[in-house]
T-cell receptor
């Protein structure tokens, strides 16, 4: 079955630390991948997306993600986090081109000032 | 600025009541979705719609129904609310074609007493 899994449910970091959030998907065909973020009290919004081409994708607020097809992974990274990055992060995948996105269970990121 | 709006941010209902959650998008999107968001479970798809008067069951449709009489409006109905339907409900929309991000509304936090 198609699925998206996120390894970490809750991550706590200090400001200026480097961040990597894991995401793996289960599907043998072509996928489109997304990272969404939900800041406290706000809408879910798109951080970045991968459809094709360069597997290293840059998004808003200094985030990037790398699509590694051989590992079925799409990990989110940021070299130096800020307190304002405290949020919940969702990895998602669009498989089969049926417009139905599958979401991971989310990772709560807490940045200590 | 694109917008998905939901009729209420907070709603409190009693067990057995019929509950309507409304969602409106102003982007002329074909596809609309209803999710519920629960801690540790991520976003789970309840129902979605590819066109007016069309609906498809998602992963957890039991206890819910939907209505899409106009392209811009997608309603979620709880026929007889139960306490296990206490949750955050998110509406989203996207253009058809499989390459597009979903745009989310602010969510409705429903409490069923």
């Amino acid at each position: 079955a198609q699925s998206v899994s996120q390894h970490n449910h809750h991550v706590i970091l200090s400001e200026a630390a480097s961040l990597e959030l894991g995401c793996n998907y289960s599907y043998g065909g072509t996928v489109n991948l997304f990272w969404y973020v939900q800041y406290p009290g706000q809408h879910l919004q798109l951080l970045l997306k991968y459809f094709s081409g360069d597997p290293l994708v840059k998004g808003i607020k200094g985030f990037e993600a790398e699509f590694i097809k051989s590992k079925f992974s799409f990990n989110l990274r940021k070299p130096s986090v800020q307190w304002s990055d405290t949020a919940e992060y969702f990895c998602a995948g669009l498989m089969n081109r049926d417009d139905k996105i599958i979401f991971g269970k989310g990772t709560r990121l807490h940045i200590l000032p | 600025d694109v917008k998905v709006t939901q009729s209420s941010r907070y709603l409190v209902k009693r067990t057995g009541e019929k509950v309507f959650l409304e969602c409106v998008q102003d982007m002329d999107h074909e596809n609309m979705f209803w999710y519920r968001q629960d801690p540790g479970l991520g976003l789970r798809l309840i129902y979605f719609s590819y066109d007016v008067k069309m609906k498809e069951k998602g992963d957890i449709p039991e206890g819910y129904s939907v209505s899409r009489e106009k392209k811009e409006r997608f309603s979620l109905i709880l026929e007889s609310a139960s306490t296990n339907q206490t949750s955050m409900y998110l509406c989203a929309s996207t253009q058809t074609g499989g390459y597009n991000e979903q745009f989310f509304g602010p969510g409705t936090r429903l409490t069923v007493l």
